[in-house]
């Protein structure tokens, strides 16, 4: 049954239900559409997701997923083999890399990489090593670089002991420390989910919005819910590792099986309605 905690989020719900079409749904896809696992190149979505949200995509304005891994990558582990897949919600958007990327009907969209990832790519290997960081891992992202620290022997020591010397080579390459779940990830400046949400809102003149997420990225999301001035609604993708969004949320969910009950109780609501 759809209920939020707060009278916010339940006036979001009800508008959602009452014009869906006029609202736009957006899901943070690691810890929210997909479980965490120690290897990023190993995250799928939750298999229920695909075909929940292909429901929804026909209901609503608009489904966003708006996530900090490149949009082409997102909409890849997205698509399990056999489908459905996210490529296959009605209307789809991604927008990746905290929002500087656009996917839309298979086609990307997406400016030069900064040159400070360049330097921060050449640099990052001999630090590591200096640090002795035994089982931390970067990802590559084109655009970013990601230092996952999940598989060090202590997780949260390595995150750290990174995090100084990794803000300081962020800052001789004017790039940005974004923290997330076991990771640092260096990063372009200028763009943050609660941005690109708020640009996307004005864009698709949305008189709703529910945004699901599960990391402190999120939270800047859930500031431009609330800053909109639209009814919305908040979403926690509850885990241990970050208690931050749960403390702020309309609606806690238990990870990304909670997310996939929501948004099949969102479908039914709106079949009822
Ligand atoms: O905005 P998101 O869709 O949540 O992406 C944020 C980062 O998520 C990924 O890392 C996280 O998920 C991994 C796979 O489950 C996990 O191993 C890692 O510890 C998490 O931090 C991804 O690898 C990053 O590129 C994303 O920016």
Redesign the pocket.
Known sequence: MLKARTAEGMSGLDAIVSDPRGAVIGL?????L???????TA?RVHPDAPAALVELGSLVGTVLVL???PAAV?VEYGSPPGGPGLADVPGLVVLGQYGVERWEAGEIVAPPPPPGVEHARAELPGLLDRLGTAGVRV?D?GRAL?V?T?RAADPEAALRALREPLEELARAAGLVVEP????L?LRPPGMDKGRALTAFLAERSARSVLYA???L?DLAAYDAVRACGLPGVTVCSGSTEVTALAERADIVVDGPDGVVALLRDLVAALRDR
């Open positions: 943070d896809f690691d810890g929210t997909a479980p965490i696992v120690p290897d990023p995250a996530t900090g891994r997102a990802e992202k990601a996952h999940r997330g779940r076991l990771v990830e997420g599960d990391d990225g």
